[in-house]
């Protein structure tokens, strides 16, 4: 006789193959991990009524497929249910038999049982037109069937089964969207990827499908870096072993296990949008998400790697977290353990340090800049720059310690490279006094420093600012000397300049060099450029008021000094282009420039 659900079953049931689940193949996860529940309910029963015949080693689940039939079959020698069992658990949509035995195991140990919400069983409906379950439970003569299509309703009776445990059978939807779960290949696939963990050996035929000893529960001294290398390489399809494993086993009032590895080269989509971070959520060895970003905060998200918890709060699908302070926790916890890791390999391994930084750096620099510096003290020493003396990159603290006494800030100035940055005339003179100037190559770099400021009480300086106050007091004079006398040689040049710069003034900050580009706002020559290469900033507004200092202690100065008309047009196109160029910009109208070369020439 057919029997209804209990609970309104055909809305009830309609949501838990269309709503809950998402993905319908982690049905099999489902029906597997029931089948581990099951043979740890037996085990655990066993162990408490003194049974010592059987261990661990006699537990199985098997995996039959029959293309032409159309089914699916799935058995274990688990606790077996009777007939009430069957219509508590299977009649009754949402009850849980596992969640009122892990109270009851609750101080039990190698326990592990998975289910809590007594759902997952009703997931095969999204791929089964009808399930048949058989089941002789542990010390019972009699076995039970129970069969239904789907919310219409289930049938419960007896049947002959030899051996304690259950058996469902499947029988696959028609379509070929569902032929694929009658396939050896895609099944071996999904133990591998959903169910390698669970603890006992899942069978298709004569072959074990799965690993079942994760190595994250193995202490860190039983597992070699060959095996940390092979498991990072097989797991996360890597062609290199990782630049460091990080191992971590967390126990107390939470409980959590964790393997993360630092990999040696970012994948093909890292700095795109495709780019997916997260490390893989394990529920007891099963897996539950393959990308959990809530547990690895983006300044690390090149990290791989799994957490393992049986303490987690899940959503009633699994495939999703709750929202709590257990998440918060893990996240924290590795968020530390990872910048320590970092700053061991700064410390311990530089040339390792270096290979990472050279893959990975520049997240870690969006990562600061995007936290508008809350995230200062966890990213700041973990920094490293190119510089004009050294070299090796350089941090903020091994810069700071080689500054001479008589050095107040700390200077930067951005180029295409370190060796174009040594080039500049702004920087010879600071050369000259002994101070290292950090190369920024990067486009964010500059914004960056604009936002740290300042570190260890030392003010960020671009060797471009006006304020760099490196002028002696007869430096000073002569510059107001030169101001006054040559007036009108400066509002020449900048009118034969127009709108292209701010203003034409003299320096004494300049060597060997006869002119450069500074900028007189906070937006520099180079942020400009970032800003301007960005989609729909052409037009931006925000642009650098570009200043044209001329070296006052240069021989050109001086012939500046003889000149008018024409030709003090020339020479006036002529030095911008060449600031233009020094500075690693291309001339803003290569005609004019050589003409102006021309008529000097000749």
Sequence with gaps: MKKQFQAES???????????YSNREIFLRELISNAGDAMDKRYYHALQGGETGLSRDDFAIEIALDVDARMLTLRD????????????????????????????AKDADDIDVIGQFGVGFYSAFMVAAEITVRSRKAGAEQAWQWHSTGADGYTLEECDKADTGTEITLVLKDGEDFDEYLQD???????????????????LGDEVLNSMSPIWKRSKNEVTDEEYAAFYRDTFRAAEAPLRSLHVNVEGQFEYRALLFLPARPPHDYYSRDFEKGL????????????CKDLLPDAFSFMRGIVDSSDLSLNISREMLQQDKQVALIAKNLEKKIRAELKNLLDEDRAAYNEFYAAFG????????????????????LLQFATTTQDEPATFAEYIARMPETQQHIYYATGESAA??????????LAEQGAEIICLTDDMDEFLMKMLWQVDEKELKNVNDADLDLESDEEKAQL?????????????????????????????????????????????????????????MEDAPMKAERVLQLNVNHPVYAKLQQLDGEQMADYATLLYNQALLIEGYPVEDAAEFSNAICRLMA
């Excluded at 606790?79 to 035995?101: D, K, P, R, W």
């Excluded at 290949?185 to 069978?203: E, H, T």
Aim: proline share 3%; aromatic share 6%.
């Design 10 to 20: 055909q809305r009830l049931l309609d949501l838990m193959i269309n709503s809950i």
């Design 77 to 104: 020698n688990g606790c077996g249910m009777s007939a009430e069992e069957l219509e508590g658990n299977l009649g009754v949509i949402a009850h849980s038999g596992t969640l009122e035995f892990r109270e009851q």
């Design 185 to 203: 290949w895609r099944v071996k696939a999904l133990v591998k990827r959903y169910s390698d963990y669970i603890r006992y050996p899942i069978k």
């Design 280 to 291: 893989k959520l394990y529920a007891n060895g099963v897996m539950i998400m393959e990308h």
């Design 362 to 381: 520049l997240n870690l620099k969006y990562a600061l800049y995007g936290s508008f510096g809350m995230q200062r003290e966890l990213l700041l020493d």
């Design 420 to 429: 174009q940055i040594k080039r500049l005339p702004q920087c010879e003179r």
């Design 480 to 536: 107001d000397q030169a101001r006054e006398a040559d007036q009108a040689m400066f509002e020449a040049l900048k009118n034969s300049l127009g709108e292209r710069v701010a203003v034409v003034e003299p320096t004494t900050r300049l060597k060997s060099h006869a002119v450069c580009l500074t900028s007189a706002s906070e937006v520099s020559l180079d942020m400009e450029r970032v800003l301007q290469s960005q989609p729909g």
